[in-house]
C-alpha cells in the first residue's frame, strides 16, 4: 500500500489587532484650563497657523476632514472675518453653522490669514507640501498630539474628535440642552448626539437634582 507524503503544516503567525498597544474608544473633551494652558503655549511659540486652528476647531466643531478644507470665502466675507459661518459636512452632505468668536477666534483666524494672504477660494490652512492641496486630516492629528502633549497631558486621550465635542460638552454640562448640541453638531438623529456625548443616567439625575420645584 503506497503510503501518503505527510507535508508539515504552515506555521500559523498569530494575528495582531490593529489596535494592539493603542488606546481606543471616544477621546476626551479638553477641559477650559487645557485650551487656555494650549492658547498661551502656542503664543509663546508664536505659531500663528495652529492658533487659528486651535480657535476655529472649538468654534466650528467640525469634523476634521471638514475644518481643514475649509476655504477662505468660508470664513470671510467683505475683508472681514464673518460673525457665522456654513459648510456642508462630508460625512452627512448636511449644511451646518457655526459661530466665529469675537475676543479669541475671530482675532486669530484675522492675524493668521494676514500672515497668510490668498484668494477666497483658496483654503484657510494650506499643505505645505502644495499650495493647491489643503492640510492633511494626519498633520492635524500630529499638530494636536504636539499641542496636548506641551502641556502635560496624554495624546493617547486626546484626538482632533476632542476639539469637536469640547465647547458642545461645557454647553451641556451648563445647560442640559442636548437639542441645542445636536443641531450645532449638525447631527440628524438625537440618539447619535447622545452617544456622542455620552449621556448616562447619571447625567440625567444631576440635571434632575439639580431642578427644584
Known sequence: MEKKTR???PTLKASVPWNAGKMVGAKRALKEKHVWAIRFWLGSEQRVRDKALLDLALDSKLRG?????????????SGQVRHRAMVVQQKTRRPVQFEITETTTRESVRT???????????Y???S????KAHLSTRQYARLLDQWVQAIG?????YG???????????????TGNIRAVQILLGHSKLDSTVRYLGVDVEDALALSEATDL
Not at 497631558?153 to 486621550?157: F, K, N, Q, T
Open 160 to 174: 482632533t474628535h476632542s476639539l469637536r465635542r469640547t465647547k458642545v460638552a461645557m454647553i451641556y454640562k451648563r
Open 7 to 9: 507535508f508539515p503544516s
Open 65 to 77: 476632514c471638514d475644518l481643514v478644507s475649509l476655504r477662505i470665502g468660508d470664513v470671510v466675507t
Open 124 to 126: 484657510v490652512f494650506p
Open 128 to 131: 505645505r507640501l502644495s499650495a
Open 153 to 157: 497631558l496624554i495624546p493617547g486621550e
Open 112 to 122: 493668521w490669514l494676514e500672515h497668510r494672504g490668498g484668494g477666497l477660494n483658496e
